[in-house]
């Protein structure tokens, strides 16, 4: 029994996760995810497949680089029925509202300087409507992790935690004795919040994510101390910290250790914004779902709320928002967008990048293209919201903050489906290239990077 999967998205990349999966005269899609990091124009590519043939999307999380095609696979003709677990399928909806009024905002303000110079702008690939058509198909019942589910006779698969974030999980599918694995995105081990990545099953075939297949995280514990010692030593030394941060995961991390450090009573009186209204949103979406939590912090929301403390205030309104930038010592700004690619982070790096008390604390992955990544790189200048800034704030990169695995959890987590046939995807291809270098040597696997629209058989 033949198992054809393409790649659509997330091939030899880490933005536009896609997989169309066909099998039992089936066809399904894991994943249907925004290209983004200076790949955005892909998004107006036509689907390499007919949207309307489609039976089935099963989303592994809510990120947006997995989801935010969505309401455009709707728009063109998808039917089918979206399959996910509760809090994906919650985040979801507040994510794909926030894309399209990204999109809507950007469009409006690239139009008014294309018809200055007079240049055509695409306008957004979908709307608000599109979005609130596209609610109508995540099926319910919700998924439960570790339950098998049938699509057609000898035709199942289920969904295991990735670890990752509030309600991700990888996919197992078998098909007719034949298992492949998708990994989604896999977590980092040791985080608050979330549980440990499960380990997965033997397998004939796994898609696995690389997006740090090339490194190490230093551990969560050493990434929190030095997190600490960076926003201590800024608001010590007079300065403003700014986190650029992913609404998702990342942002309640970073409430969860600022809780942890003012219950400690070593972070001085502050002011600590979380200036995000997608952020406040998802926050308060991980209180409605505790069950999802590891017991460290299922044990804290039983007798507090994990996330917050008397020096926090969450800023939705962007008077609020401007009112921050008043402010030229002892403020903790935690804003998006996590790659410097917009939103409110813009204006406070504005406001303090060139201010040498002050620091900038990167806790996600930048990819290439990106103003963070120029920023990680070194640029002494920067263009920011049309104006050159000098970067002279202390420059911090904390990895082990990371929601995404790195070289060694990948492995041991690779370890447990035996000698499968491994593809590698979600990541650059220089990285790819170490980590297929990498489980060679550990796990004696041969592995293959396939190209966007590359059909496979298995």
Known sequence: MTIKITPCGAAKGVTGSCYLLEAQGIKLLIDCGLFQGGEEERNYDP?????????????????????????????????????????TAQIARIMLLDAARVMNETYKSKLKKAERLGEVVNPPIYEEMDVLESFDLFSHPYLEYDKFYDLAPAFRFRLKDAGHILGSAFVEFDVGGKRVIFSGDLGNKNKPIVRDPSPPSTAQAVFIETTYGDRNHKSFKESKEEFEDAVLKTLYRGGNVLIPSYALERAQDILFVLREMYERDILPECQVFLDSPLAISATKLFLQNPDFFDEETYRIFKERDPFNFPYLKFTRDVEESKKINDIKSGAIIIAGSGMLTGGRILHHLKHNLWREECSLIFVGYQPKGTLGRRIIEGSEKVKVLGEEIAVRAEIYTINGFSSHAGQKELTEWLSHTERPKVYLVHGEEEKMNIFADHIKNELSLESFIPEFGMPIEI
Not at 47 to 70: K, M, N, Q, V, W
Not at 71 to 78: A, H, M, R, Y
């Open 47 to 87: 689907f390499p497949f007919d949207p309307s043939e489609i039976s089935y999307l099963i989303l592994t999380h809510a990120h947006i680089d997995h989801c935010g095609r969505i309401p455009l696979l709707v728009k063109e003709g998808f039917k089918g029925k979206i399959l996910c677990t509760r809090p």
